[in-house]
């Protein structure tokens, strides 16, 4: 797939997400209120629907910035950061995104905002400290091309969505425990089957979320961003470096893992993640990134 295509899938991917959330969360609302004969739960089912969405769109990012504990990056104190950004902006035709770093020793970043115009691109500490200046290239690169190709939007309308998931299960699981109609046992009964797999199938229906935004939009970012400074041996040297800390950010989330460059979560010992870590893993590995990026091919 191009990369037009892909921007084209991943506007018609993001609003998927936005309406299957709302005609889940209206359904599951008028199932609730069909059970306690109360009409007014569809309503408010229906307006949290809604408003979840419009937060996701509008508000989103500054929530994904909050979570990570992330502060404006000055150009005084993140001077290659900023000239960096800016150069490579110029290059892609893309305004210079607003600049936030977390201290947080492991080298790590991502982007977030839902277009162009209202863009972040977000670094840590650690990260800023130990590339050169081509390695710092090819990270921002990577991740104005996830802004370019249009990823941001619905990788960060997942964090919320993602999120709700789980909030509504919980909500379900309440209600259940304290009955419904007392003149309904079998009603009250499939109640809580219905609730005790919520709580068990809402984790995984937010991890495959992740899954669906996350993986493939590496590979591409990867590549545009290894077209963009036409070295690709600077962004395949990041994450490699990146790839050998091995100790997880200090506040590693799951609802935002899949934004960033590399999982916030650190490596086994080795480096080398287990088949289970990498079946649930919201990244390619890096190793097969890093050939992929340099035209190679490794032997089995």
């Known amino acids: 797939m191009d990369l037009y295509a892909q921007r084209t899938s991943n506007i018609r991917r993001t609003w998927a997400l936005v309406l299957g959330f709302l005609v889940v969360v209206t359904a599951v609302g008028y199932a609730i209120s069909w059970y306690y004969g109360n009409s007014a739960i569809l309503y408010f089912a229906v307006i949290v629907a809604v408003s979840t969405n419009f937060y996701a769109y509008w508000a989103s990012d500054k929530l994904v910035l909050s979570m990570n504990r992330a502060r404006p990056a000055t150009r005084e104190e993140f001077f290659d950061l900023y000239t960096v950004t800016e150069n490579l902006a110029i290059t892609a035709g893309l305004p210079k995104p607003k600049l936030y770093v977390i201290d947080d020793p492991a ?8 277009d162009e115009k209202h863009a972040v691109v977000c670094a840590t500490t650690g990260l800023l400290s130990v590339l050169t200046r081509p390695e710092l290239e090819g990270v921002i690169a990577h991740e104005l091309s996830h802004i370019k190709n249009r990823d941001i939007l619905l990788m960060t309308v997942a964090v919320v969505l993602a999120g709700f998931v789980a909030i509504v299960a919980d909500i379900f699981l309440r209600m ?9 046992k079998q009603g009250n009964a499939v109640m809580m089957i219905l609730a005790v797999a919520g709580i068990v199938l809402a984790p995984l229906a937010a991890k495959l979320i992740q899954f ?4 493939r939009r590496e590979y591409l970012a990867d590549a545009s961003g290894a077209l963009l400074t036409r070295y690709p041996e600077g962004l395949a ?27 916030p979560f ?12 990498r079946l649930f893993s919201t990244h390619p590995p890096i190793q097969e990134r890093i050939q992929a990026i340099l035209g190679t091919q490794t032997s089995s």
């Open 107 to 114: 080298p790590n970043a991502f982007a977030t905002g839902r």
């Open 212 to 215: 669906a935004v996350s993986r």
């Open 237 to 263: 040297s990041a994450l490699q470096k990146i790839s050998s800390y091995n100790m997880p950010m200090r506040r590693a989330n799951h609802a935002t893992a899949h934004l960033f460059i590399d999982e």
């Open 176 to 184: 259940s425990l304290h009955g419904g109609r007392s003149d309904n």
């Open 266 to 277: 650190g490596k086994p010992e080795g480096g080398k993640l287990a088949w289970l870590e």
